[in-house]
C-alpha cells in the first residue's frame, strides 16, 4: 500500500522517509503515514486564489487606516497617513522611506521563517498576519518609489 506524507500529501518512500525537499519534514521519518485511501486534499484553485486575495487587500485597506490613525493620527487627517515611516530617514537611521519598508518587510520574513516550523509565542499574531503585514509594507515601498519617479 502507498503511504503518503501527512505534511505534503506526497508518497513515502518504503522505509517512511519524505523525499519531497519542499516538505518542512524533508528527509524525516514519518511515525504515522496516511495511507492512499484517504481523499487527498484539494490543492489550490484559481477561485480559491483571488478569494483570498480580495480578503487581505480588503483587510489591508482597514490596517492602513486604522494603523495611521494610531501611528500618526495628524499626518494622516493632513494628507501624509505613511508619516510614521518616513521618520526613521529623518532622523538619518535609515537613507530613505523605501529603506524603512523593506526593513520592516525583512523583519516579517524572518518572523514568517520562524513561524513556519513553530506556534507563535506572541497570541493573536498569527502566520497570516505577518504575510499581510509585509504585503503591506511592499506596497508602501511601492508608493514612496512611485513618489520619487
Ligand atoms: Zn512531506
Not at 505534511?7 to 523525499?19: A, Q, S, T, V, W
Amino acid at each position: 500500500m502507498i503511504k503518503i506524507c501527512p505534511y505534503c500529501d506526497k508518497e513515502l518512500d518504503e522505509d517512511n522517509y519524505c523525499n519531497n525537499r519542499y516538505c518542512w519534514v524533508y528527509r524525516n521519518f514519518i511515525i504515522n503515514p496516511k495511507d492512499s485511501q484517504t481523499t487527498p486534499k484539494p490543492a489550490i484553485s484559481i477561485k480559491d486564489l483571488n478569494s483570498e486575495q480580495d480578503r487581505i487587500l480588503t483587510k489591508l485597506k482597514q490596517v492602513a487606516i486604522d494603523k495611521g490613525h494610531d501611528y500618526n493620527g495628524k499626518q494622516q487627517v493632513q494628507g501624509d497617513t505613511l508619516y510614521n515611516l518616513r521618520v526613521p530617514s529623518i532622523l538619518g537611521i535609515c537613507d530613505d522611506p523605501i529603506q524603512t519598508c523593506l526593513m520592516n518587510a525583512a523583519n516579517k520574513i524572518m518572523r514568517l521563517s520562524s513561524l513556519r516550523t513553530t506556534d507563535p509565542a506572541v497570541k493573536g499574531e498569527s502566520f497570516m498576519d505577518s504575510v499581510e503585514d509585509c504585503i503591506n509594507y511592499l506596497i508602501y515601498a511601492g508608493l514612496f518609489y512611485k513618489e520619487n519617479e
